[in-house]
């Protein structure tokens, strides 16, 4: 098992910065791909996939944070992070962190480990 607290959500105004933090614990070692997903508010929102790292430190990112948006771990503290800088209103949304030993399962959405969300708000 393992257990993800995320913390450092908050309401900015757009333009400005949050840092999001994932905090692993338990069988670390099962949760090797990590990843950031967020859903909107509204009827009819998906759950969407932010950026994810693998265990070598690959990283990918969605088309709408690429440039604006980095992930990044610190695995001797077993935490994950999100640096989210030019924050826009579109990116308000709770945020989650998410873990798998499978990186395809993580990339789909399905991964097995998930933390309970953080919340993200952007005024204009």
């Known amino acids: 098992q393992v257990q993800l607290v995320e913390s450092g959500g908050g309401s900015v105004q757009a333009g400005g910065s949050l840092r999001l933090s994932c905090a692993a614990s338990?069988?670390?070692?099962?949760?090797?791909?990590m990843g950031w997903f967020r859903q909107a508010p509204g009827p009819g929102k998906e759950r969407e996939r932010v950026?994810?790292?693998?265990?070598?430190?690959?990283?990918s990112y969605a088309a709408s944070v690429k440039g604006r948006f980095t992930i990044s771990q610190d695995n001797a503290k077993n935490t994950l992070y999100l640096q989210m800088h030019s924050l826009k209103p579109e990116d308000t949304a709770m945020y989650y962190c998410?873990?798998?030993?499978?990186?395809?399962?993580?990339?789909?959405?399905?991964?097995?480990?998930w933390g309970q969300g953080t919340q993200v708000t952007v005024s204009s």
């Open positions: 998410a873990a798998d030993f499978e990186a395809g399962r993580l990339w789909l959405g399905h991964a097995v480990y």
């Open positions: 338990g069988y670390t070692y099962g949760a090797q791909y």
């Open positions: 950026a994810t790292i693998g265990g070598d430190g690959t990283t």
